[in-house]
């Protein structure tokens, strides 16, 4: 019987030509949109860049970082940034001039301010995602050996050449790359207007919603990987169960508004929709630097964010040998999915009750 009921629902969802449409083809259009646009910029393709003009904010003392931001090189020798030492009032000034790409707070925990979205200012906010990741030895060598300080920032614009790809851990990784990981999480979320459709629970409809949506990520990831031939490292197989495990909380989300929302299905679509579209947007689907901007200010937020978990969790397996920061966001998915299909039995067994 549960066969039959998901062959049926499985082919009356490819017959509908929308959803297929959506689910199917159009983040791989997206992701052609954004491949033509980034262009040579992706695949470690050697950038010509001009030194990037930046104010400098002295908050508190940080002679490490003032020393690397001093130092720092891109891939033809040169520097950099062209800093300029100044007051906050003036920084600010100077970023609405656009006489400074951005502004860097020098604190304990350095901090990045731009006025807009563009190269430059990804890899100003690439530049500082380094450094926090590394700033603990920097300290180190600045406090305890600050003669060797040079050599370690020459190693730093070596291993990490600004202007061409950044590898760490045995894999490459440009700033463009984080767009392909929020379409990916994006695609993922689509199968939340497909959960709203199975208020009922019905096994065999979230069954056949979720074989619709893994077809969908398998022909985004095919594509990116073998016809485009982006690089997301060596744990492909991570990765595809990464999507996988956001396509359960899609279609969890989606009976969660489905049966919580007492209201027409066309408002219930449009709350899918919003969901959807918001949570791709924090996570880096229109502006790349969106996910490491909000880290800053409200890093709950990423907590539960499904997409910033999700596509964090294809950075950490791309760029870390650790498994840790990726099994954390997975566990974190695991819990929302599960609390979300608890609430939802319990309001449907209360409508079920009520009715009788």
């Known amino acids: ?157 070596k291993r990490h050449s600004y202007g061409s790809e950044i590898s760490l851990a045995d894999a490459s990784y440009d700033p463009y790359m984080q767009y392909f990981y929020a379409l990916i999480a994006m695609c993922c979320l689509m199968s939340v207007s497909s959960g709203v459709e199975c208020i009922g629970m019905i096994l065999s409809d979230l069954a056949a919603a979720f074989v619709l949506q893994t077809v969908g990520v398998f022909l985004l990831f095919f594509y990116l990987t073998v016809i485009l031939k982006l690089d997301f490292g060596n744990r492909l197989g991570l990765s595809f169960a990464t999507a996988l495990m956001g396509t359960l909380f899609s279609l969890a989300a989606g009976v969660f508004i489905g049966i919580a929302f007492k209201c027409s299905m066309h408002i219930k679509m449009g709350i899918a929709l919003v969901f959807m579209m918001v949570n791709s947007f924090f996570a880096g689907l229109m502006a790349a630097t969106m996910k490491d901007w909000i880290e800053h200010i409200c890093p709950l937020f990423n907590r539960i964010n499904p997409a910033a978990l999700i596509s964090d969790s294809l950075y950490a397996l791309n760029m870390y040998p650790s498994l840790t920061r990726f099994a954390r966001n997975m566990g974190i998915l695991a819990v929302m999915t599960l609390v979300l299909c608890f609430i939802s039995g319990l309001i449907l067994r209360r409508s079920d009750y009520a009715s009788l």
């Open 1 to 157: 019987m549960f066969l039959r009921l998901f062959l049926y629902r499985l082919k009356s969802i490819f017959l509908q030509k929308d959803l297929t449409f959506w689910t199917l083809a159009f983040p791989l259009i997206l992701g052609t949109f954004f491949y033509l646009g980034f262009g040579r910029l992706l695949n470690g393709t050697e950038l010509e860049l001009n030194t990037i003009s930046a104010a400098v904010v002295t908050v508190h003392e940080n002679t490490a970082f003032e020393t690397v931001l001093k130092e720092v090189e891109k891939s033809d020798g040169k520097a950099l940034f062209d800093l300029t030492f100044t007051d906050e009032d003036t920084a600010i000034a100077m970023l609405k001039e656009n006489k400074a790409t951005g502004i860097f707070y020098v604190d304990a925990t350095p901090h990045l301010t731009v006025a807009e979205n563009g190269m430059e200012q990804t890899l100003m906010q690439s530049f500082l995602s380094q450094y926090c990741t590394q700033s603990s030895v920097f300290e180190k060598i600045a406090a305890e050996h600050p003669e060797k300080l040079a050599d370690s920032i020459d190693f730093l614009s």
